[in-house]
């Protein structure tokens, strides 16, 4: 039998930690056998959560979408550890703390309780939980997501809340509806208020960034809105100083939603602007008209800004932003992003 190989992980606050890694085994598959839960969510190389730099060591890397690992990403050393199988020793630098990895799958779930379903446009649905439970503390990082299964199933999805941490339990999601899609074909016909479920989590490193006083810019596309409103929602609750503009894109007028919740976060922070974005819009429509990024592009371009960006949406439109910010000189360092990626993409 080949020899098992020694996988050692280094947190973003140089921490670390090793464990054993069996030839047939993914670096995922491993920890999970001796109990460390690292970050990760689809398990299948299609959602990028679990990525990381190998430093040192040589691998194989399974398949896996190259939305979640592009190219130029897997020629740098970067790796999906859930296809990443080891054929040396190997350290791997990850983008989250220490505190993040988990030792217990107990300590990642807790059930929550269905407190609201509502139509918030014709192809979004707030759905609203509250964690059941004596301790119903949710803690996360604005940003971060969580995976909701289906109950009497083992189908989970990922989901990011809209709100902020907080100790009355409550979660609030903004789920865009998708024909033939196994959640939303459950909130269409299963769900009901009362209803329990499992939440596991919290997952992922998508989050805010410290960078003095540098104005952030938050481009959302769809419900993408839902991190992006939780991180502006954390600066507001803060009281941070840093200027910031929300870049909220639909393609039509019937997809907007949450704009009275936007109107009131923007009049409770001097510090915030909003632009609400219809692609193909109507005489009618009083906000901006065109595409998120064509409106993004206009005001870098006339204003001369260099913010650091966060994004979340479809790749299309994220990888269109990259393209604007190359334009402008704003350098991809300064770009964080959260990624649309189909189910078992």
């Not at 056998?33 to 040589?58: H, P, V």
């Not at 024909?179 to 989590?201: M, P």
């Not at 595409?291 to 592009?297: A, G, K, P």
């Not at 334009?327 to 770009?335: L, M, T, V």
């Amino acid at each position: 039998m080949a020899s098992k190989h020694q996988v050692t992980i280094i947190t973003q606050d140089n921490e670390s930690l090793s464990f054993e890694c069996r030839p047939d085994e993914d670096v995922i598959t491993a920890a999970v056998r001796q109990d460390i839960y690292l970050m990760s969510s689809c398990r299948e190389g299609g959602c990028a959560t679990c990525k990381g730099l190998c430093t040192e060591g040589d691998y194989i890397l399974g398949k896996c979408s190259s939305q979640a690992l592009p190219y130029e990403e897997e020629e740098a050393g970067e790796v999906l550890l859930c296809r990443c199988y080891p054929t040396t020793d190997i350290e791997v630098e990850v983008p989250y703390v220490y505190e993040r990895i988990s030792f217990s799958p107990e300590g990642l779930a807790f059930d929550a309780e269905v407190i609201e379903l509502s139509n918030i446009s014709i192809n979004v649905v707030k759905f609203q939980l509250r964690r059941t439970g004596d301790d119903k503390t949710v803690k996360f990082d604005s940003g971060q997501f969580f995976d909701l299964e289906i109950p009497g199933t083992d189908i989970t999805r990922s989901y990011s809340p809209a709100n902020i941490a907080n100790k009355e339990g409550d979660l609030e999601f903004l789920i865009r509806i998708v024909d033939g899609g196994k959640f939303s074909t459950y909130l269409k016909e299963s769900v009901s208020v009362g209803q329990r479920l499992s939440v596991r989590g919290p997952s992922g490193v998508f989050g805010l960034k410290e960078n003095g006083f540098t104005p952030r810019y938050f481009v959302a596309g769809g419900t993408g809105l839902a991190p992006i409103l939780s991180m502006v929602r954390r600066m507001k609750e803060w009281e941070e100083p840093q200027k910031c503009i929300i870049y909220f894109g639909v393609n039509t007028e019937t997809e907007i939603f949450y704009l009275n919740e936007l109107d009131q976060l923007a009049a409770e922070m001097p510090t915030l602007k909003l632009r609400n974005c219809v692609w193909k819009y109507s005489d009618d429509w009083q906000y901006e008209k065109g595409s998120v990024v064509d409106i993004l592009r206009r005001d870098l371009q006339e204003t001369g800004a260099k913010p650091d960006l966060y994004l979340c949406g479809p790749p299309g439109m994220v990888d269109a932003t990259f393209s604007v910010c190359a334009e402008i000189g704003i350098p991809k360092e300064r770009i964080y992003l959260e990624k649309f990626l189909p189910s078992g993409s």
